[in-house]
């Protein structure tokens, strides 16, 4: 135990549902993690999580930013150790130098280690792939009152099951060994398929033939007339140029004029302004495109400008898995929903999943379906009748980006909510680790 040096700032979530003032603190040493004072806390890393995973006003955020180091990287076992401050696109730049990946990458290259191992992330080739806690052979857990555990599948397997996707409720993830795989090809060749509805989409996802492909759709939702109408895009490595190529981005830069974007561009007719310049110009594209590794993988970067749209207001976005068994009736009864409430939604896509459901993970071998949504009360009303359909077709809903979700919705189609409650109070008998999404959700 010892003195802690806090200071205050005001944060906001990603999506910007939530906006507060914090307590933080920035230790660089492993001996600064140990000196806590009987509070509540919470890591945080980039803080491009949608909902407020890391921070809440009754805990106090535990910045990781300095605990960026490569600790131990053995290419012939293909297996690095590293500290979780660490950003995905500082572990590419090293890890593609030795033709190694971790092929569970976010979305957005400037995303924490920590962060993705607490959400469970996943990405394009979800379907292939599944999500990270493939990739994940050891854990170094701190824990306030339980100290420094080991955790992996061999050794206290019911921490690491809790702590993989457990939203950081655990304890401060401090460093990972992950299991790489092989990634000789820098580069991609894409292929775009037209589509006119969500169950066209569908039929292509689940085409064979899909190996070391990475598909994911875009599809209009500006209206019940363009509803699905859009196009697949299909990776596939480049293996005849994509040796030659090099991988590197840059630290990540905010840009300056984001901030007096205050106001939401986003409406009905500039919605279908822009669907109808991007489909019109995939239209004239070829069949088939060359796209580097940055392209291909992390589209938004470049594109942060969608989100800034949104101006103060934010945005909201739902993640669905949904049984392929069940997909046609969910959507009648969406598309009935939306004809009688208008939402205005911004993106809908579409990609395959794989994995095992288990506590709060959003993995399962279903359907990945999105949607972005202006953050109005219209909108809030029609998610909250979607919320309705989920709990009746036995939909999971992921809690890790739509910020709305409450505890009853939660309880309701989380089968292990119960559970995983159950197993991190008998962990955790203080409940130390706390933030504003897991008090939204009762945790």
Known sequence: MGTENLETKKIQSFDRSSKTEIYFKRPDKYKDLENSTGRNYIAIGSNFSYPAIGFSKNSVSVEMHKFNRIIDFNKENKEITVEVGIKIFELLNFTLRHDLWLPQLPGYPYISLG???????HGKSCGIHGTIRNNVKEILLFHSKNGWIKISEKENKEIFDLTLGGLGLTGIIVSATLKLNNFEFKAFNTNIKKVSSTEDTIKILDEKDKKDKYLYSWNRADSLKNFGRGFVFENKLDEKNGKSKTFSITPYKKNLWSKFLILN?????????????????????????????TKAMFPFVGKEIY???????????????????IFSEFMDEY????????????????????GKQKYLRFEDNKIWLTFDFV????NKIFMDKIDELCVKFKILPSIIK?????????????????LFKIKLKQFDKNRIYKSELSERLGL
């Open 402 to 418: 739509d910020s709305r979700i409450n505890e009853k919705i939660f309880n309701q189609c989380y089968p292990d909510a119960s």
């Open 307 to 325: 989100f800034n749209l949104f101006g103060n207001q934010g945005f909201l976005e739902s993640q669905l898995l949904i049984d392929r068994s």
């Open 375 to 378: 953050n109005n009360k219209t």
């Open 335 to 354: 598309k009935f929903l939306f004809k009688k409430y208008n939402p205005i939604i911004t993106l809908l896509s579409l990609k395959n999943m794989s």
């Open 115 to 121: 962060g993705a191992l607490a959400t469970n992330a």
């Open 265 to 293: 561009f986003w409406n009905s007719l500039s919605i279908k302004m822009a669907n109808g310049f991007f489909e019109n110009y995939y239209k004239r594209k070829t069949n088939f495109l060359e796209d580097n590794f």
